[in-house]
């Protein structure tokens, strides 16, 4: 099955510092790569997701990029506010095939204001 | 508003009880999870249901009960089998993940607490 690995497991950063998260998966069928931002008491919502056929995605502060070759993906945010302090999650899915995604282990980023 | 509720936001259990955690949609998605979120350890599938009737274990089914009776509810019990229940429950659904529509729409959670 897939395995997906997440890093740092927690990251610090002045505000308007850039930050950047990295997920490596292990199943190559995999190509959907959504990207959750979860704040404290709360449920993941969505922020940007990503799909094989595409190696960028932008949306205002944030990006993610995807490398298919070594089955890496990262999210990257700049220009940090502390608003962004929450937990992201990165998953991996195999579009069309398996109903479950495989998340990574999640990564807490702090913005020091 | 469209969305998924869940409901208690905390629940209490006693030793031996079991208790049951609310998840309703009404966004009109055909599948509908539960994960259970512990510190550092990210999400983890309790169950899954395509459509209505049918329901799927997941990675740590022990101890959990579902059914999927309507399209739009997904309650899940935790029984007093379930040792060490004390976890956010998080609900999920997503329109239909084999027609490449399969981003999952998240609940607010519920805390479940053993006294």
């Known amino acids: 099955g897939e395995n997906v690995e997440q890093h740092p497991s927690t990251l610090s950063v002045q505000e308007g510092d850039s930050a950047v998260i990295k997920c490596t998966y292990s199943?190559?069928?995999?190509?959907?790569f959504p990207w959750y931002k979860q704040e404290l008491g709360k449920g993941p919502q969505l922020i940007i997701d990503i799909r094989s056929n595409v190696g960028e995605k932008k949306d205002q502060r944030i990006a993610v990029t995807l490398n298919k070759t070594a089955k890496h993906f990262s999210l990257h945010i700049t220009e940090t506010q502390p608003e962004d302090s929450a937990v992201y999650f990165c998953?991996?899915?195999?579009?069309?095939?398996?109903?479950?995604?495989?998340f990574g282990r999640g990564t807490s980023l702090i913005v020091h204001p | 508003d469209g969305g998924i509720t869940q409901s208690p936001k905390y629940l209490f259990r006693k030793e031996g009880q079991n208790v049951t955690l609310s998840c309703e949609q009404n966004l009109n998605h055909d599948a509908m999870y539960w994960y259970r979120q512990d510190p550092g350890q990210g999400l983890r599938l309790i169950y899954y249901?395509?459509?209505?009737?049918?329901?799927q274990k997941g990675d740590i089914a022990e101890g959990y009960s579902v059914s999927r009776e309507k399209k739009e509810s997904f309650p899940l019990t935790v029984t007093s089998a379930q040792k060490n229940p004390t976890a956010f429950y998080l609900c999920?659904?997503?329109?239909?993940?084999?027609?490449?529509?399969?981003?999952?729409?998240f609940g607010p959670g519920t805390r479940l607490l053993v006294l």
């Open positions: 199943d190559s069928a995999s190509n959907y």
């Open positions: 249901s395509q459509i209505v009737n049918d329901f």
């Open positions: 998953a991996a899915k195999e579009s069309g095939g398996s109903y479950i995604p495989t």
């Open positions: 999920a659904s997503s329109i239909d993940p084999s027609r490449y529509q399969e981003t999952q729409y």
